[in-house]
């Protein structure tokens, strides 16, 4: 353990120097963000987290006594996504622009990088679920999933970074004894840089008007970087838990990201066009402070990691444990369509 120390408190340092330097050149250059309907802060806010992070993590990689070309395609990838990121942060990339550099990235891990996903596992207690032919658009279309989870998940003070750090804790004490050092590495470092931004980010002893955000870039960075290490982690014969396992870690945006296109399809909408009906949008108009909605989705988020733990732990049947999360996602998919129709109910009420 003692060999991964060093490159966590580089990262550490070299995200909050980076945050340091980086925020007075942020405001010059407008690299901030709004308020606006869905956006709920006031004044503009130097998005900048997601540069931080970046550069923590890099440096931390490039410092590291690992061989730096076992590392070569996931810098890539990263520095392709956090670069499009940046740009969609400061002129508002398209979407079709977006998804063809999401799509490049995803190219670039699967075919480059040889990361795939195989395995399902044994989701129906029937036997393995191999991919075979599959494996190269599943991988790709997981890959594009994890990047967009996180930041459709972004909407709220500490909340993507919170859920992100519960997921790669989640993955580190899972994963701590494992063969790929690669990914146990990244997954440490992102538990180095991601307090460093939630510090910033929720003002924890700090003043308010030095908040930032991660931005576009730190969510499809945090998201892609997920996607790595679940998919490393999780296949294989000398994989630290099984496919299924990787649900319950990333369990708040993945409900969340399904859960949103489901309801936009259902409604006519298209699935990239912004709302407010996200999770925490559903708890702010049923009157729960921003502090309380954080605190509940933490603690959700919590609970899911720590079942995968303990089914991962106690090797429950894969099957059990996909049932499990399939109910639950249901279970919260009617909830949250109660809660928008009382919503719904109270706004007409008041008019």
Same mark, same amino acid.
């Given at each position: 353990?003692?060999?991964?120390?060093?490159?966590?408190?580089?990262?550490? +340092?070299?995200?909050?120097? +980076?945050?340091?330097?980086?925020?007075?050149?942020?405001?010059? +250059?407008?690299?901030?963000?709004?308020?606006?309907?869905?956006?709920?802060?006031?004044?503009?806010? &130097?998005i900048?987290?997601? @540069?931080? /992070?970046?550069?923590?993590?890099?440096?931390? @990689?490039?410092?590291?006594?690992?061989?730096?070309?076992?590392?070569?395609?996931?810098?890539?990838s990263?520095?392709i996504?956090?670069?499009?990121?940046?740009?969609?942060?400061? #002129?508002?990339?398209?979407?079709?622009?977006?998804?063809?550099?999401q799509?490049?990235?995803?190219?670039?891990?699967?075919?480059?990088?040889?990361?795939?996903?195989?395995?399902?596992?044994?989701?129906?207690?029937?036997?393995?679920?191999?991919?075979?032919?599959?494996?190269?658009?599943?991988t /790709?279309?997981?890959?594009?999933?994890? =990047?967009?989870?996180?930041?459709?998940?972004?909407?709220?003070?500490?909340?993507a970074?919170?859920?992100?750090?519960?997921s790669?804790?989640?993955?580190?004490?899972?994963?701590?004894?494992?063969? !790929?050092?690669?990914?146990?590495? +990244?997954?440490?470092?992102?538990?180095?840089?991601? &307090?460093?931004?939630?510090?910033?980010?929720l003002?924890?002893? =700090?003043?308010?008007? #030095?908040? @930032?955000?991660?931005?576009?870039?730190?969510? /499809?960075?945090?998201?892609l970087?997920?996607?790595w290490?679940?998919?490393?982690?999780?296949?294989?014969?000398?994989?630290s838990?099984? &496919?299924?396992i990787?649900?319950?870690?990333?369990?708040?945006?993945?409900?969340?990201?399904?859960?949103? =296109?489901l309801?936009?399809?259902?409604?006519?909408?298209?699935?990239?066009?912004?709302? !407010?009906?996200?999770?925490?949008?559903i708890?702010?108009?049923?009157?729960?402070?921003?502090?309380?909605?954080?605190? @509940?989705?933490l603690?959700?988020?919590?609970?899911?990691?720590?079942?995968?733990?303990?089914?991962?732990?106690y090797?429950?049947?894969?099957?059990? /444990?996909?049932?499990?999360f399939?109910?639950?996602?249901?279970?919260?998919?009617?909830?949250?369509?109660?809660?928008?129709?009382?919503? #719904?109910?109270?706004?007409?009420n008041?008019?």
């Amino acid at each position: 353990m003692n060999i991964y120390l060093l490159p966590m408190l580089i990262a550490l +340092i070299t995200t909050y120097i +980076i945050i340091l330097l980086i925020r007075p050149l942020a405001v010059r +250059i407008n690299l901030t963000d709004q308020p606006s309907k869905r956006k709920l802060h006031s004044g503009s806010i &130097p998005i900048i987290g997601g @540069i931080a /992070m970046f550069f923590g993590v890099l440096t931390a @990689i490039l410092v590291s006594p690992y061989d730096l070309n076992e590392f070569n395609y996931f810098l890539l990838s990263i520095l392709i996504i956090v670069s499009i990121g940046i740009l969609d942060d400061n #002129k508002e990339v398209t979407v079709p622009i977006r998804i063809f550099f999401q799509t490049l990235v995803a190219i670039v891990v699967v075919f480059l990088g040889e990361l795939n996903i195989l395995s399902l596992g044994n989701l129906f207690g029937r036997g393995e679920i191999l991919l075979n032919g599959w494996v190269y658009l599943v991988t /790709m279309v997981a890959i594009i999933v994890g =990047i967009n989870s996180v930041n459709m998940s972004d909407g709220l003070h500490g909340l993507a970074g919170g859920n992100s750090l519960v997921s790669f804790l989640a993955i580190v004490f899972l994963s701590i004894n494992s063969s !790929s050092h690669e990914s146990l590495l +990244i997954s440490l470092l992102f538990c180095a840089v991601l &307090p460093v931004f939630l510090i910033n980010n929720l003002c924890i002893g =700090i003043s308010s008007n #030095k908040r @930032i955000f991660m931005g576009d870039a730190g969510s /499809m960075f945090i998201g892609l970087s997920l996607a790595w290490v679940l998919i490393d982690l999780s296949q294989g014969e000398g994989g630290s838990f099984s &496919p299924v396992i990787a649900l319950w870690l990333f369990a708040f945006p993945l409900i969340e990201i399904v859960s949103t =296109i489901l309801r936009r399809l259902n409604s006519g909408m298209s699935p990239f066009k912004p709302d !407010s009906s996200h999770t925490h949008h559903i708890l702010l108009k049923l009157g729960y402070s921003d502090k309380k909605t954080l605190i @509940i989705l933490l603690i959700f988020s919590t609970i899911m990691a720590g079942i995968g733990i303990i089914g991962e732990s106690y090797l429950i049947a894969e099957n059990l /444990m996909f049932l499990g999360f399939l109910l639950v996602f249901v279970f919260l998919y009617l909830a949250r369509i109660v809660a928008l129709r009382k919503i #719904k109910n109270i706004n007409q009420n008041i008019e």
